[in-house]
């Protein structure tokens, strides 16, 4: 499997605490890597460092081999690197379909033709697009509720909205903080299937930060344990729960 994304001794340094300390990891395509650590162990930092909105301290952040670390969170986001956000704000007086569609860049026409009939294809590239983003709910049992108005969805229901958006792009990488948060059991399975279609029908590579130890277990391919900052475990899930680094770091024993 090709490495889509490679982080190299990521660190971020905040008035003397080291929030992130020299921390490497590897995602692959398909692949769903979770980040898992007690609070303040750096996770959310791992991710603003990684889509650029804190400025790393030290290390390379490097998709498909070019370093995008230090890059604006626009420029990391169109280079492929996406997020979700524990609270994304989806516009709520837009309906989900118009939401979603906030999520579709339309290219800019570039050539004399396209300046001529820059219309029609402006005419054709929205439709297309409308047409992705209902194909997208579809996929992703939310196509009833395309005409609803995003603030009158459950909460779960608007993350699953979020990340829909998030995905109509079709990034490479996709970066979800905590998606499952306050969802219901049921709409944490529908979550968990959105996270496995993403990967085995698209190929997305997906970091994940979830607290729902049950989600991390059985939806991620490896986790990344942190604890103050430093990565203090790697690997399968098996390997992690066997793992007495991870117990002391949870249980706060040595
Ligand atoms: N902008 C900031 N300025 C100063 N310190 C910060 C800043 N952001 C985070 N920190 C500190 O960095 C450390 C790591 O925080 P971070 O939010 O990354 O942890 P976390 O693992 O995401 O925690 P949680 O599970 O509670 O969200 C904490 O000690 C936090 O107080």
Same mark, same amino acid.
């Given at each position: 499997?090709?490495?889509?994304?490679?982080?190299?001794?990521?660190?971020?340094?905040?008035?003397?605490?080291?929030?992130?300390?020299?921390?490497? !990891?590897?995602?692959?395509? $398909?692949?769903?890597? =979770? &980040? /898992?650590?007690?609070?303040?162990?750096?996770?959310?930092?791992? !991710?603003?460092?990684?889509?650029?909105?804190?400025?790393?301290?030290?290390? @390379?952040?490097?998709?498909?081999?070019? +370093?995008?670390?230090?890059?604006?969170?626009?420029?990391?986001?169109?280079? #492929?690197?996406?997020?979700?956000?524990?609270? #994304?704000?989806?516009?709520?007086?837009?309906?989900?379909?118009?939401? &979603?569609?906030?999520?579709?860049?339309?290219?800019?026409? %570039?050539?004399?033709?396209?300046?001529?009939?820059?219309?029609?294809?402006?005419?054709? =590239?929205?439709?297309?697009?409308?047409?992705?983003?209902?194909?997208?709910?579809?996929?992703?049992?939310?196509?009833?509720?395309? +005409? =609803?108005?995003? %603030?009158?969805?459950?909460? %779960?229901?608007?993350?699953?909205?979020?990340?829909?958006?998030?995905?109509?792009?079709?990034?490479?990488?996709?970066?979800?903080?905590?998606?499952? &948060? $306050?969802?219901?059991?049921?709409?944490?399975?529908?979550?968990? *299937? /959105?996270?496995?279609?993403?990967?085995?029908?698209?190929?997305?590579?997906?970091?994940?930060?979830?607290?729902?130890?049950?989600? &991390?277990?059985?939806?991620? +391919?490896? /986790?990344?344990?942190?604890?103050? %900052?430093?990565?203090?475990? *790697?690997?399968?899930?098996?390997? /992690? @729960?066997?793992?007495?680094?991870?117990?002391? =770091?949870?249980?706060?024993?040595?």
């Amino acid at each position: 499997m090709t490495d889509l994304l490679t982080v190299e001794g990521l660190s971020v340094r905040f008035a003397g605490l080291t929030a992130l300390d020299a921390v490497s !990891f590897r995602l692959s395509e $398909g692949q769903v890597r =979770a &980040v /898992i650590g007690p609070n303040g162990a750096g996770k959310t930092t791992l !991710f603003n460092a990684i889509s650029g909105y804190v400025r790393p301290s030290a290390g @390379r952040v490097l998709l498909r081999g070019q +370093d995008v670390a230090g890059d604006s969170p626009h420029a990391i986001a169109g280079h #492929g690197i996406r997020r979700t956000f524990q609270n #994304g704000g989806l516009f709520p007086a837009l309906t989900v379909l118009e939401n &979603v569609l906030t999520g579709l860049t339309t290219e800019t026409p %570039g050539s004399f033709l396209d300046l001529l009939f820059g219309r029609r294809r402006a005419l054709e =590239a929205e439709r297309a697009a409308i047409a992705k983003a209902r194909a997208l709910l579809e996929l992703m049992s939310m196509g009833h509720m395309a +005409d =609803a108005r995003a %603030g009158s969805l459950s909460g %779960g229901q608007q993350r699953i909205v979020e990340i829909i958006r998030t995905v109509a792009s079709e990034p490479p990488v996709l970066l979800l903080d905590e998606p499952a &948060v $306050g969802l219901s059991p049921v709409a944490r399975a529908q979550m968990m *299937e /959105i996270i496995a279609r993403l990967t085995g029908e698209k190929g997305v590579a997906v970091l994940l930060i979830e607290h729902a130890v049950e989600l &991390v277990m059985a939806s991620a +391919d490896r /986790i990344l344990v942190m604890a103050a %900052g430093k990565r203090i475990a *790697e690997g399968t899930p098996d390997e /992690i @729960r066997a793992d007495r680094a991870v117990l002391e =770091a949870y249980l706060g024993h040595a």
